[in-house]
Protein backbone atom coordinates (compact mmCIF):
# COMPACT_ATOMS: atom_id res chain seq x y z
CA UNK A 1 0.00 0.00 0.00
CA UNK A 2 1.07 3.27 -0.83
CA UNK A 3 1.67 5.97 2.08
CA UNK A 4 -0.76 8.80 2.06
CA UNK A 5 1.24 12.10 1.45
CA UNK A 6 -1.74 13.68 3.15
CA UNK A 7 -1.30 12.71 6.18
CA UNK A 8 0.33 14.57 9.23
CA UNK A 9 3.67 14.46 9.81
CA UNK A 10 5.12 16.37 13.05
CA UNK A 11 8.50 17.44 13.36
CA UNK A 12 10.12 18.60 16.46
CA UNK A 13 13.74 19.81 16.56
CA UNK A 14 12.88 22.08 13.90
CA UNK A 15 14.52 25.05 14.18
CA UNK A 16 17.81 23.07 15.01
CA UNK A 17 20.37 22.32 11.99
CA UNK A 18 18.87 19.00 11.15
CA UNK A 19 15.44 20.08 11.59
CA UNK A 20 15.69 23.09 9.33
CA UNK A 21 16.99 20.56 6.69
CA UNK A 22 14.19 18.73 6.95
CA UNK A 23 11.57 20.78 7.42
CA UNK A 24 12.48 22.35 3.20
CA UNK A 25 12.64 18.89 2.35
CA UNK A 26 9.33 17.43 4.18
CA UNK A 27 7.06 20.16 2.47
CA UNK A 28 8.32 18.87 -0.78
CA UNK A 29 6.82 15.60 -0.66
CA UNK A 30 4.05 15.54 2.71
CA UNK A 31 1.05 17.79 2.72
CA UNK A 32 0.39 18.34 6.41
CA UNK A 33 4.10 18.66 8.21
CA UNK A 34 3.77 20.53 11.67
CA UNK A 35 7.28 21.50 12.92
CA UNK A 36 7.65 22.41 16.33
CA UNK A 37 10.86 23.69 18.60
CA UNK A 38 11.17 25.32 22.34
CA UNK A 39 12.58 28.33 20.21
CA UNK A 40 11.20 29.62 16.90
CA UNK A 41 12.01 28.66 13.42
CA UNK A 42 15.13 31.13 12.20
CA UNK A 43 14.24 32.76 9.17
CA UNK A 44 11.57 32.11 6.75
CA UNK A 45 9.65 28.62 7.38
CA UNK A 46 8.99 26.48 4.18
CA UNK A 47 5.93 27.12 2.67
CA UNK A 48 3.18 24.65 3.93
CA UNK A 49 4.41 23.89 7.04
CA UNK A 50 2.66 25.24 10.08
CA UNK A 51 4.86 26.15 12.90
CA UNK A 52 3.83 25.38 16.64
CA UNK A 53 6.57 26.27 19.59
CA UNK A 54 6.41 24.53 22.17
CA UNK A 55 8.44 22.61 25.15
CA UNK A 56 8.57 18.08 24.16
CA UNK A 57 9.28 17.94 28.50
CA UNK A 58 5.41 19.38 28.55
CA UNK A 59 3.17 16.50 27.98
CA UNK A 60 -0.08 18.38 26.82
CA UNK A 61 1.24 20.67 24.45
CA UNK A 62 2.94 17.11 22.97
CA UNK A 63 -0.57 15.58 22.89
CA UNK A 64 -1.86 18.42 20.91
CA UNK A 65 0.53 19.18 18.52
CA UNK A 66 0.69 15.34 17.58
CA UNK A 67 -3.21 15.21 17.63
CA UNK A 68 -4.06 13.19 14.62
CA UNK A 69 -0.46 12.33 13.34
CA UNK A 70 0.83 9.36 10.97
CA UNK A 71 4.92 10.24 11.71
CA UNK A 72 6.15 11.80 14.53
CA UNK A 73 10.35 12.60 13.76
CA UNK A 74 11.46 12.97 16.67
CA UNK A 75 14.70 15.54 16.69
CA UNK A 76 13.81 17.70 19.01
CA UNK A 77 15.61 18.12 22.67
CA UNK A 78 19.40 18.62 23.63
CA UNK A 79 21.56 17.77 20.85
CA UNK A 80 24.98 17.38 21.98
CA UNK A 81 26.74 16.88 25.93
CA UNK A 82 25.20 18.55 29.00
CA UNK A 83 24.60 18.96 32.44
CA UNK A 84 22.29 16.02 33.71
CA UNK A 85 20.02 18.33 34.83
CA UNK A 86 19.42 19.80 31.77
CA UNK A 87 19.10 15.97 29.93
CA UNK A 88 16.40 15.43 31.84
CA UNK A 89 13.13 17.56 30.76
CA UNK A 90 14.66 18.19 27.45
CA UNK A 91 15.56 14.33 25.88
CA UNK A 92 14.42 11.78 29.13
CA UNK A 93 10.89 13.50 29.89
CA UNK A 94 10.43 14.64 26.51
CA UNK A 95 10.74 11.11 24.66
CA UNK A 96 8.47 9.88 27.28
CA UNK A 97 5.85 12.00 25.82
CA UNK A 98 6.41 11.75 22.81
CA UNK A 99 5.78 7.94 22.53
CA UNK A 100 2.74 8.59 24.92
CA UNK A 101 1.76 11.11 21.82
CA UNK A 102 2.49 8.13 19.15
CA UNK A 103 0.39 5.42 21.63
CA UNK A 104 -2.56 7.20 21.82
CA UNK A 105 -2.49 8.35 17.85
CA UNK A 106 -1.44 5.17 16.30
CA UNK A 107 1.28 6.95 15.10
CA UNK A 108 4.89 5.80 14.28
CA UNK A 109 7.98 7.42 15.89
CA UNK A 110 11.56 8.24 13.76
CA UNK A 111 14.05 8.60 16.38
CA UNK A 112 17.24 11.08 16.09
CA UNK A 113 19.25 8.73 18.09
CA UNK A 114 22.98 9.03 17.85
CA UNK A 115 26.13 7.59 17.84
CA UNK A 116 27.03 8.57 20.89
CA UNK A 117 25.20 5.11 22.43
CA UNK A 118 28.03 3.44 21.43
CA UNK A 119 30.96 6.11 21.62
CA UNK A 120 33.54 4.75 23.92
CA UNK A 121 33.66 1.64 21.71
CA UNK A 122 37.11 1.87 19.96
CA UNK A 123 37.67 2.93 16.39
CA UNK A 124 38.81 -0.36 15.79
CA UNK A 125 35.77 -2.30 16.28
CA UNK A 126 32.81 -3.09 13.86
CA UNK A 127 29.87 -2.75 15.24
CA UNK A 128 26.30 -4.24 14.89
CA UNK A 129 23.39 -2.68 16.62
CA UNK A 130 22.42 -5.52 18.20
CA UNK A 131 26.09 -5.11 20.21
CA UNK A 132 25.47 -3.89 23.59
CA UNK A 133 25.76 -0.01 23.90
CA UNK A 134 28.60 2.25 25.26
CA UNK A 135 27.70 5.37 25.93
CA UNK A 136 30.28 8.32 25.89
CA UNK A 137 27.96 11.27 27.69
CA UNK A 138 24.57 11.84 29.43
CA UNK A 139 23.77 12.83 25.91
CA UNK A 140 24.70 9.41 24.82
CA UNK A 141 22.51 7.79 27.62
CA UNK A 142 19.60 9.54 26.95
CA UNK A 143 19.46 8.38 23.42
CA UNK A 144 19.72 4.52 24.58
CA UNK A 145 17.11 5.69 27.05
CA UNK A 146 15.06 6.84 24.01
CA UNK A 147 15.53 3.60 22.20
CA UNK A 148 14.57 1.42 24.54
CA UNK A 149 11.30 3.75 24.98
CA UNK A 150 10.60 2.63 21.68
CA UNK A 151 11.62 -0.88 22.29
CA UNK A 152 9.05 -0.93 25.23
CA UNK A 153 6.42 0.81 23.66
CA UNK A 154 6.30 -1.45 20.41
CA UNK A 155 6.57 -4.67 22.75
CA UNK A 156 3.94 -3.14 24.85
CA UNK A 157 1.84 -1.25 22.82
CA UNK A 158 2.86 -2.16 19.36
CA UNK A 159 3.95 0.99 18.56
CA UNK A 160 6.06 1.51 15.81
CA UNK A 161 9.64 3.33 15.65
CA UNK A 162 12.43 3.83 13.55
CA UNK A 163 15.95 4.85 15.43
CA UNK A 164 18.55 6.07 13.56
CA UNK A 165 22.20 6.08 14.90
CA UNK A 166 23.15 9.61 13.88
CA UNK A 167 26.69 9.84 12.89
CA UNK A 168 27.65 13.07 11.59
CA UNK A 169 24.90 14.45 9.41
CA UNK A 170 26.54 17.21 7.21
CA UNK A 171 27.16 18.26 3.81
CA UNK A 172 30.13 17.16 3.81
CA UNK A 173 32.81 15.40 6.16
CA UNK A 174 35.35 17.81 7.80
CA UNK A 175 37.23 15.67 9.81
CA UNK A 176 39.21 12.22 9.60
CA UNK A 177 36.92 10.96 11.87
CA UNK A 178 33.89 12.12 9.59
CA UNK A 179 35.36 9.56 7.09
CA UNK A 180 33.66 6.80 9.22
CA UNK A 181 30.64 8.98 10.51
CA UNK A 182 29.46 10.97 7.65
CA UNK A 183 25.97 10.60 6.66
CA UNK A 184 25.12 12.83 3.12
CA UNK A 185 21.85 14.82 3.84
CA UNK A 186 20.88 13.14 0.89
CA UNK A 187 21.08 9.67 2.63
CA UNK A 188 19.59 10.81 5.60
CA UNK A 189 16.46 12.18 3.48
CA UNK A 190 15.85 9.28 1.75
CA UNK A 191 16.19 7.14 5.12
CA UNK A 192 13.66 9.33 7.18
CA UNK A 193 10.87 8.49 3.80
CA UNK A 194 11.65 5.12 3.40
CA UNK A 195 11.21 5.13 8.09
CA UNK A 196 7.82 7.50 7.72
CA UNK A 197 6.42 5.39 4.49
CA UNK A 198 7.19 1.62 4.77
CA UNK A 199 4.63 -0.39 5.17
CA UNK A 200 5.56 -2.07 8.59
CA UNK A 201 8.88 -1.02 10.91
CA UNK A 202 8.39 -3.01 14.35
CA UNK A 203 11.36 -1.65 16.30
CA UNK A 204 14.39 -0.96 14.10
CA UNK A 205 17.39 0.55 14.47
CA UNK A 206 19.53 2.32 11.81
CA UNK A 207 23.22 3.64 11.52
CA UNK A 208 22.53 7.07 10.46
CA UNK A 209 25.93 6.79 8.43
CA UNK A 210 26.23 6.67 4.11
CA UNK A 211 28.03 3.53 2.76
CA UNK A 212 31.70 4.90 3.74
CA UNK A 213 34.39 2.99 3.01
CA UNK A 214 36.14 3.63 6.35
CA UNK A 215 32.48 2.81 8.57
CA UNK A 216 32.74 1.27 11.91
CA UNK A 217 28.95 0.03 11.50
CA UNK A 218 27.79 -2.78 10.05
CA UNK A 219 24.75 -4.82 10.62
CA UNK A 220 20.98 -2.86 11.23
CA UNK A 221 17.40 -3.37 10.34
CA UNK A 222 18.59 -1.37 6.80
CA UNK A 223 17.61 -4.02 4.74
CA UNK A 224 14.72 -5.47 6.44
CA UNK A 225 13.17 -1.66 6.09
CA UNK A 226 14.32 -1.62 2.36
CA UNK A 227 17.43 1.30 2.81
CA UNK A 228 20.29 1.90 0.96
CA UNK A 229 22.85 4.24 1.03
CA UNK A 230 24.17 6.26 -1.95
CA UNK A 231 27.40 8.48 -0.58
CA UNK A 232 30.84 7.61 0.36
CA UNK A 233 32.91 10.20 2.72
CA UNK A 234 36.07 8.97 0.60
CA UNK A 235 35.70 10.93 -2.32
CA UNK A 236 36.20 13.89 0.27
CA UNK A 237 39.32 12.30 2.04
CA UNK A 238 42.09 14.50 0.49
CA UNK A 239 40.06 17.70 2.00
CA UNK A 240 39.21 17.22 5.68
CA UNK A 241 41.49 18.11 8.47
CA UNK A 242 43.64 15.62 9.94
CA UNK A 243 43.60 14.02 13.80
CA UNK A 244 43.72 16.05 16.98
CA UNK A 245 46.14 15.73 19.05
CA UNK A 246 44.15 14.02 21.77
CA UNK A 247 44.54 10.29 22.40
CA UNK A 248 41.17 9.79 23.93
CA UNK A 249 39.62 11.65 21.53
CA UNK A 250 41.29 9.66 18.65
CA UNK A 251 41.09 6.32 20.55
CA UNK A 252 37.25 6.09 20.45
CA UNK A 253 34.48 5.92 18.08
CA UNK A 254 32.55 8.84 19.76
CA UNK A 255 35.90 11.20 19.58
CA UNK A 256 35.64 14.47 21.62
CA UNK A 257 32.54 13.63 23.30
CA UNK A 258 34.64 10.34 25.55
CA UNK A 259 37.62 13.20 25.99
CA UNK A 260 35.10 15.78 27.89
CA UNK A 261 35.67 15.98 31.37
CA UNK A 262 32.08 15.97 33.00
CA UNK A 263 29.88 19.13 32.75
CA UNK A 264 28.31 18.52 35.80
CA UNK A 265 30.03 20.85 37.96
CA UNK A 266 27.14 21.97 40.39
CA UNK A 267 27.34 25.25 41.99
C1 LIG B 1 25.78 14.01 17.56
O1 LIG B 1 24.97 13.24 18.07
C2 LIG B 1 25.60 15.48 17.69
O2 LIG B 1 24.25 15.88 17.70
C3 LIG B 1 26.37 16.26 16.63
O3 LIG B 1 26.45 17.61 17.05
C4 LIG B 1 27.76 15.67 16.39
O4 LIG B 1 28.55 15.81 17.54
C5 LIG B 1 27.64 14.21 16.03
O5 LIG B 1 26.92 13.51 17.01
C6 LIG B 1 29.01 13.52 15.84
O6 LIG B 1 29.32 12.60 16.59
O7 LIG B 1 29.72 13.90 14.91
Same mark, same amino acid.
Given at each position: MTFDKTRKIVLTGASGNLGRFLAGELVGRYENVVLTDIVDYPGSMPSGATFIRADVADAEAVDAICEGAAAILHFGGISTEKSFEAILPANIVGVVNIFE?? $????? $?????? @?????????? @?????????? $??? +?FYGISKIFGENVGSLYFDKHGVESVHIRIGSALPEPRDERHLSTWLSLPDFFAMIVR??????????????????????????? @?? $????????? +???????? +?????????????????CAMDTVVRRG
Open positions: AA $RKNGA $RVVFAS @SNHTIGFYER @SQMLDTDMPT $RPD +SAIEVERTDFAILWGASANTRTWWGRDD @SE $RLGITRADN +SEVFADRV +SGPTTDPVTEKFQGGVY
